[in-house]
């Protein structure tokens, strides 16, 4: 079956472009965490979605990040005027509920390079 | 302030013997711990995963073990196949709080 499906895999923006990155979760799925990966780091929490409620967004760096997902499916994260230390992978992942044990799934990322 | 660390960034293991992977935690609220493989250029793939309430979860090669006191927990890969080469995460989270993950560990497995 469709895994999760993130776009575009790789984007290059010049410092203050704004940018948006789509997360297609498995169909079905309540859950949907965005993740931010620098290099030669594990992936760091942004924030999580159960259906279109933004449940946390403790982990955005700054302001400058905002997500949403307002049919309870897709969701995108748009940063604006990104700056150098944007750059990372970011991951998108879903899971089927909201159990501590429910697995996430994740997608390929979105690797953001930031000039 | 790291909650989850793997203190080893790289591991090379001849094919046939034992990978054994190591993680640290240092909040003691964690109460699921899960490991994850990550091939270039993929997301994570969910490996294999153990609660607090257990010390030990098996699932065909792989083992992960859990020292609690030690706040301590192992990924075993027995016998270890030039497959598993790849990154390995180990995450944590506290009830449905979102899982905090370690920087990873590169396994190369030499054939």
């Known amino acids: 079956g469709a895994g999760v499906s993130q776009s575009p895999r790789y984007k290059v923006a010049k410092r203050g472009q704004d940018v948006a990155l789509r997360c297609d979760p498995i169909?079905?799925?309540?859950?949907l965490f965005w993740y931010q990966q620098a290099l030669g780091q594990g992936p760091e929490f942004l924030t999580y979605?159960?259906?279109?409620?933004?449940?946390?967004k403790s982990g955005l760096p700054s302001d400058r990040f905002f997500a949403e997902r307002p049919e309870g499916s897709v969701s995108t994260l748009k940063i604006q005027r990104t700056q150098q230390e944007d750059s990372a992978v970011y991951l998108c992942a879903s899971s089927e509920e909201i159990l501590a044990s429910e697995t996430q799934y994740f997608g390929p990322g979105t690797r953001l390079l930031v000039l | 302030d790291q909650q989850v660390k793997q203190n080893s960034p790289s591991l090379s293991v001849q094919e046939g013997r034992i990978s054994i992977l190591n993680c640290d935690y240092t909040?003691?609220?964690?109460?699921?711990f899960l490991w994850y493989k990550k091939y270039p250029a993929e997301g994570p793939t969910f490996l294999i995963s153990i609660s607090s309430i257990k010390d030990k979860n098996e699932d065909g090669r792989f083992t992960v073990f859990l020292n609690k006191s030690a706040k301590h927990l192992s990924l075993h890969i027995v016998p270890s196949q030039p497959g598993d080469s790849a990154v390995y995460f180990c995450a944590a989270k506290r009830g449905n709080t979102p899982l905090v993950f370690g920087k990873g560990t590169r396994l190369s497995v030499i054939a």
């Open positions: 169909s079905g799925h309540v859950s």
């Open positions: 979605f159960q259906n279109e409620a933004q449940l946390d």
């Open positions: 909040n003691s609220m964690f109460d699921y």
